[in-house]
């Protein structure tokens, strides 16, 4: 009877794995992870970015028709230019 047992607890840990895979796999198709509506237009985007060094990296976000230059670095983030969005060039 001990295999069994055996048997019957790995049948419900592949069927509870499996259940959280499905549940995964559904989030992610009906856009329930991104917070954004499928078929939604995004806000929000970035454009650019540049690594300075291995702590620092330069971002480009452009939202709402506006471009945001922020520094990201482990001691905080700094909003260092805010501007109009540009079009891009042909």
């Keep these: 009877m001990e295999w069994v ?3 019957r607890a790995v049948a419900a840990l592949i069927a509870t ?5 499905l549940a ?3 989030a992610r198709r ?3 992870l991104s917070g954004v509506r499928p078929g939604a237009e995004r ?4 454009v650019e970015s540049l690594m300075l060094d ?3 990296r330069l ?14 670095s482990p ?15 042909p």
């Design 75 to 89: 001691a905080g983030d700094r909003k260092i230019e805010s501007n109009p969005a540009r079009e891009a060039a």
């Design 17 to 21: 794995l499996a259940l959280l895979g």
């Design 43 to 46: 806000r929000m985007r970035v």
């Design 54 to 56: 291995a702590r620092r």
């Design 5 to 7: 047992q055996w048997a």
């Design 30 to 32: 009906f856009g329930l």
């Design 59 to 72: 971002v480009i976000i452009r939202c709402d028709e506006r471009e945001h230059l922020v520094l990201l």
């Design 24 to 26: 995964a796999y559904a």
